[in-house]
Each structure stands twice: as structure tokens, then as C-alpha cells.
DNA sequence: GCGACAG
DNA sequence: ATCTTGTCGC
């Protein structure tokens, strides 16, 4: 008889690994939508943002969120906040496996109650490509959801040499206005993202990697074409509705 | 060995 | 991710 038991920690982290490096190679680098080609994304009407948030001293509960916004609008058509109960510890490199099974979730409920709704591209608040193993949680989203992704990070994620060290920052602060990037690469010479200036009053950029079915291009220029402020609509909007959805169903507890 | 480390 | 108010500036 086959014995199953709980792998260890560094066990669970090599099959992670083996696991995204398989999926790697089925993520799209390129624009495949029709509306990724038109210099204003004609065509291009609903866009997503998902994102978890947790309580306080609770890191296995979070509210997962989806929303869908109009393009250009950028105006709230759609919003799903539902309690989950995470299994998957938060490691390093291994975001996906903690949050991408609730957001998937999030996009089946979509489909079953208002499938005409479903988004062409979905925000995500993390790295895709710009990854260990070029495999972040977009491009995790991306390859399971066969959805186009892009992954935005708000924080940069030290990967072959990309650090934020002084030609890093010499490089952000050479980016004048909203829409300015810069390429983001390895000691191997790859791209594997871009620093954006997401909005004219920020100097601290975003930054963006390809998920899954969009160009990196095509991704940093729709990301910049979604910001209001310096987080992508998209995603600033299920951060906030998801924190809301925690405070009037879980408030803090009192003495 | 030490520090760094998406959310 | 989360703990946290006001404050300075456009």
C-alpha cells in the first residue's frame, strides 16, 4: 500500500519547483488578442484585478477578491469577495500556490453567474516572468485560467542580480514622467520585466512582467493606461474592496 | 556564513 | 500581507 504523508518543507519547495518549471513552458510572450495589437486597444472592455487580503493575526483567512472594470472607464461592472481558508504558507517564490487556487475559483464563479462579464486581461498583484524560475503568479493565473495576465509587483523581487542598488536607482530616477520605463535585466542579459513610472506623481515605479497571452510591451503600455494613481485600477480597486469586506464582516476586536 | 526575499 | 495619524503638498 502507497503511504501518503505531509512532504517537508524543503521536500514540498522541490516539487513546487519542478512544478512550475514545467508549467513555465506553456506561457504565451506574446500579444494573441486582436486588441493588443490596436494602438489605442480598441476592442479592449473589461479588464480584472485579484488580490487576497488577511486579518491581522490570521495568515491561513483572507478575503479573496475579483473585479471587473470597464476599459476605459475603468468603472467597477463586477465584484466577488469570498472567505477562504488558506493551506499553503507565504514563501518566497512560491506565492501562487498559496492564493492562484481562490482566485480560480473567484474566476469559475464568474463564469457560472455572469459569464458575459469575463474579463480579457486580468491585473495581478505580483510578479509573472520576473521570477526565480521565470514562473510568478501571473503567469500561474495565465497558464491555468487561459486568461492573458500581467503580473505587477509593487516591490522588486531580487532575482538574477536585479537588485535595488544604485545604477537601480540612478535608472528611477531617471524616469521623468507617467508611462516612462526601463527594462529590467538579469546578469544573463534577459528581460524579464520593466520598471514603470505608473503615474506622473510617483517616484517609486511599479513593476511589470509578462503573465500569460500579452507582449511585455503591450503589458507595461496597458498598465500604464489603468493607473490612476500609482497601482493599476484594476487592482488597487479588489484591494480596497477586499479590505472593506474584512472590516464590516470581521471588525477588530475589541478589549 | 550573512543578508535579500512578490504577497 | 498587517500593525497605524497626522501631515505636508498639489
Known sequence: MTQMSAPLAEDQMKEWSSEQSRLRGLVIQHDTEPWQQDPHFSGLKRVAGVDLSFIKGDDASACAQLVVLSYPQLEVLYEDSQMVALTAPYITGFLAFRET?????????????KPGL?????FVDGN????????????????????????????LLNVEGLAKNEEHRSKIAALQKGGDSFPL???????????????????????????HKISLDTAVKLTHSCCRYRVPEPIRQADIRSREYLRSHFPPADT
Open 101 to 113: 487556487p481562490f482566485l480560480l475559483e473567484a474566476l469559475k464563479r464568474l463564469q457560472e453567474n
Open 118 to 122: 469575463m474579463p480579457q486581461v486580468v
Open 128 to 155: 509573472g516572468l520576473l521570477h526565480y524560475r521565470e514562473f510568478g503568479i501571473a503567469c500561474h493565473l495565465g497558464v491555468l485560467s487561459g486568461l492573458p495576465c500581467v503580473g505587477v509587483a509593487k516591490n
Open 185 to 211: 535585466t538579469t546578469s544573463s542579459g534577459k528581460v524579464l520585466g520593466k520598471a514603470l513610472r505608473s503615474w506622473d506623481k510617483s517616484s517609486k515605479p511599479v513593476y511589470v512582467s509578462i503573465g
